[in-house]
């Protein structure tokens, strides 16, 4: 175990190095030139020469890539915005990463034990007019694009707020952890709590539908098969309730590729939900990267992809772990 954990904890420090190398080339062979987007085409060739060289973008590749990593190493930082006054990229980023993983932890509030008792009932009512309408219904929730559940949900609660994270009579609420619902419980602050639950109910709803509907198909494609085993018969058959032989037996042992699933989606969700984040305004990593990509601001373009590429990579070696832990086999 602690061989297999220290291997992938090495094959994790790798990947994520490579991903790092990527992203970083990447960003530098994307056109246009970030600097003229800030200036203007009628810049002074001498500004513009001294920006370069402060940006020390009139070294080779290499070596901007080993500076960026001392850089990082030495002081945390990952650069400045061109586009925003030379604001710091790493404390904008401290400002939106906690507003997604909000956003993402609430849907999947919502998604898992929706998604996991719509696949549960399915597998158990196999072919039958409620299996049909469950898997009718992830179908649709899969197809049907986010920005336009999104809308539709506007419409049909109008009453509910559609906009930005707190009304602004509260805007000024200080957040210890960026994460608004869990720090005004903490606190105390009970209308602030409630308001930031108002705002986050329409994005959280919408962003849910794909990965409640990918969930549900998997556990009932998986339960499925560990239905036919022959361990269930055995539990049935020494006086196992239903409820005991589905949620103790069949569901755990379904669990690997659900819990695969789960953990996909918390790295998409995590990495920005970009068209929720703009339906309903919510100042995320998705919507602040995508409008630096719009705005040509490379530094925070590549900040975001290592941010993403981060995210992903402990997921993963999380869900490994995990997996020791869900089938026994899996240890030898």
């Not at 018969?233 to 819990?259: F, Q, S």
Request: hydrophobic share 55%; glycine share 8%.
């Amino acid at each position: 175990m602690t061989g297999f954990l220290l291997r992938r904890v090495a094959q994790a420090a790798v990947t994520l190095l490579v991903a790092v190398v990527l992203v970083f080339v990447a960003v530098r062979l994307l056109p246009g030139n970030p600097l003229l987007t800030r200036f203007g085409q009628h810049v002074d060739p001498a500004q513009l020469e001294k920006l370069r060289v402060e940006q020390g973008w009139d070294r080779p590749i290499i070596a901007q890539l080993f500076d960026f990593a001392w850089q990082v190493l030495t002081t945390g930082s990952l650069g400045d915005s061109l586009m925003r006054s030379n604001a710091s990229v790493a404390a904008e980023l401290r400002e939106r990463v906690p507003a997604t993983i909000e956003l993402a932890l609430a849907a999947l509030l919502i998604a898992i034990p929706l998604g996991l008792a719509a696949g549960v009932l399915a597998s158990v009512r196999r072919g039958g007019w409620l299996d049909r309408l469950l898997m009718s219904s992830s179908l649709l929730g899969v197809s049907v694009p986010v920005f336009f559940i999104g809308i539709c949900l506007r419409a049909l609660l109008p009453g509910m707020p559609a906009g930005f994270r707190l009304p602004l009579d509260l805007i000024d609420f200080e957040s210890l952890t960026g994460i608004y619902t869990f720090d005004a419980l903490i606190q105390g602050r009970w209308q602030v709590a409630y308001e930031a639950l108002r705002h986050l109910c329409l994005p959280a709803l919408a962003l849910s539908t794909i990965p409640m509907s990918l969930i549900a198909r998997v556990t009932r494609s998986s339960m499925l098969e560990v239905l036919k085993s022959d361990y269930l018969r055995t539990a049935r058959a020494k006086g196992a309730t239903p409820a005991a032989v589905l949620l103790r037996h069949a569901l755990r042992n379904a669990a690997v590729p659900i819990v695969d699933m789960i953990g996909l989606q918390t790295g998409l969700l995590l990495s920005g939900a970009v068209l929720t984040e703009t339906v309903f305004d919510w100042p995320g990593l998705g919507k602040y990267v995508v409008d630096a990509l719009l705005t040509n601001d490379y530094v925070v373009v590549q900040a975001g992809g290592i941010v993403v590429a981060t995210i992903f990579v402990t997921l993963n070696l999380v869900l490994d772990v995990l997996y020791l832990f869900l089938d026994p086999r899996l240890r030898r």
